[in-house]
């Protein structure tokens, strides 16, 4: 899968993803990333790439022209069917696992990531086939959230992580908290490892892990299960879960 990103600071998404898993992605194969500076493509003998709002007020607009360039060629540097066009902003739809699920279809997903005010609304209405959020908050430019999408995109691509560390076992995989992980030694601060998880027994194993994992959504994130249909068992684990909670 190709991704390009649309960036005032391009070396700070180049030098974040060469890093760890998407690091590994891009030197595998499995994984591409171009970066494109909106000021390689103004026009004027400044370099401009931004302008004071119509209407007056505070900040900075970036400019039309110089994006739509900078989205055309990285267009153009790829001949490929599935191509999307996002730009991330606090306004856009909440990212949620669901919708990086769905970009692993995709040849070429291309990243805006706007820095001042904001971008010339006719370059987000004319050139974007979505708006996204990383959440309810607001940082200084849209290279970390674009950084954020690449690496839980290239994640679920295949060969990208290895069969033990498979995505398929991660929080939100399936709607649902990951359960608690222990390692050695096997008593700390007096809390011991919980027994089942020593007992050998795999089907036991997996049961105390599926209760666990309800029980976290319940008890941290009760809006997920909203949303969840729950098998039979689930919902006998759950109310285990919760019987055993009021014991403690
Ligand atoms: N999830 N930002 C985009 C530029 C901007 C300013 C105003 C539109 C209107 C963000 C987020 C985010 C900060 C990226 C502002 N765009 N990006 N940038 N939350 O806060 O993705």
């Known amino acids: 899968?190709?991704?390009?990103?649309?960036?005032?600071?391009?070396?700070?998404?180049?030098?974040?993803?060469?890093?760890?898993?998407?690091?590994?992605a891009i030197k595998q194969g499995l994984v591409d990333l171009s970066v494109w500076n909106p000021r390689d493509y103004s026009v004027d003998r400044h370099k401009t790439v931004d302008d004071r709002p119509y209407g007056g007020g505070p900040g900075m607009v970036m400019k039309y022209q110089p994006l739509k360039d900078a989205v055309d060629q990285a267009r153009q540097s790829v001949d490929v069917k599935q191509v999307k066009v996002v730009y991330l902003s606090p306004q856009g739809k909440p990212i949620k696992q669901q919708l990086l699920n769905e970009c692993t279809d995709l040849d070429?997903?291309?990243?805006?990531?706007?820095?001042?005010?904001?971008?010339?609304?006719?370059?987000?209405?004319?050139?974007?086939?979505?708006?996204?959020?990383?959440?309810?908050?607001?940082?200084?430019?849209?290279?970390?959230?674009?950084?954020?999408?690449?690496?839980?995109?290239?994640?679920?691509?295949?060969?990208?992580?290895?069969?033990?560390?498979?995505?398929?076992?991660?929080?939100?995989?399936?709607?649902?908290?990951?359960?608690?992980?222990?390692?050695?030694?096997?008593?700390?601060?007096?809390?011991v490892v919980p027994d089942v998880l020593l007992s050998g027994n795999h089907k036991g194993i997996a049961l105390w892990r599926m209760k666990q994992s309800l029980g976290r959504t319940y008890q941290k994130r009760p809006d997920l299960l909203l949303d969840k249909e729950l098998t039979a068992q689930q919902q006998a684990l759950l109310e285990e879960f919760k019987i055993e909670l009021k014991c403690k």
């Open 1 to 24: 899968m190709r991704f390009d990103v649309v960036t005032l600071f391009p070396e700070m998404v180049q030098d974040c993803a060469v890093n760890g898993v998407t690091g590994r």
């Open 108 to 191: 070429q997903l291309i990243l805006i990531a706007g820095r001042y005010e904001g971008v010339d609304e006719r370059f987000i209405e004319d050139e974007c086939h979505e708006e996204w959020s990383l959440g309810d908050f607001v940082i200084s430019g849209g290279e970390l959230a674009a950084l954020v999408v690449i690496d839980a995109v290239s994640r679920l691509l295949p060969g990208v992580l290895g069969d033990e560390e498979s995505a398929k076992q991660d929080s939100h995989m399936n709607g649902l908290l990951d359960c608690p992980h222990y390692t050695r030694p096997e008593v700390v601060n007096n809390k």
